[in-house]
């Protein structure tokens, strides 16, 4: 049996991949206040738009998207992901955005098929 060997086509690019998170975010949210309400549908909706376009890029990874949303009121928010995984194919990245009244943080998980 053959070793597959990544091309920098298939290879997982963060920042490529920051890019468009950040594109998917600022399609949902971009011209927004907080609003408690909305947040559920906000974070579905970026979560599954940034799902679709990552797999539209044809590349061969599963992916694992998680999104917070978080109001600006001066609290603190940190963060922190670990994986054991293939370290030369998978990969991840995490894009944090804002605009006046609020944070997200999206992480994207890219695990190799």
């Given at each position: 049996m053959e070793e597959y060997h990544p091309t920098d086509?298939?290879?997982?690019?963060?920042?490529?991949?920051?890019?468009?998170?950040?594109?998917?975010?600022?399609?949902?949210?971009?011209?927004?206040?907080?609003?408690q309400q909305q947040v559920n549908k906000w974070t579905s909706s970026i979560c599954e738009l940034s799902l679709t376009q990552l797999a539209k890029q044809g590349k061969p990874y599963k992916y694992i998207v998680n999104c917070a949303v978080m109001q600006k009121c001066g609290a603190g928010l940190h963060t922190?992901?670990?994986?054991?995984?293939?370290?030369?194919?998978?990969?991840?990245?995490?894009v944090r955005w804002e605009?006046?009244?609020?944070?997200?943080?999206?992480?994207?998980?890219?695990v190799a098929i």
């Amino acid at each position: 049996m053959e070793e597959y060997h990544p091309t920098d086509e298939s290879s997982f690019n963060p920042d490529e991949t920051t890019i468009t998170i950040k594109e998917c975010i600022d399609s949902i949210m971009g011209r927004v206040d907080y609003n408690q309400q909305q947040v559920n549908k906000w974070t579905s909706s970026i979560c599954e738009l940034s799902l679709t376009q990552l797999a539209k890029q044809g590349k061969p990874y599963k992916y694992i998207v998680n999104c917070a949303v978080m109001q600006k009121c001066g609290a603190g928010l940190h963060t922190a992901n670990s994986c054991y995984w293939d370290t030369a194919m998978d990969g991840s990245c995490t894009v944090r955005w804002e605009n006046r009244t609020m944070y997200c943080v999206v992480c994207v998980f890219a695990v190799a098929i």
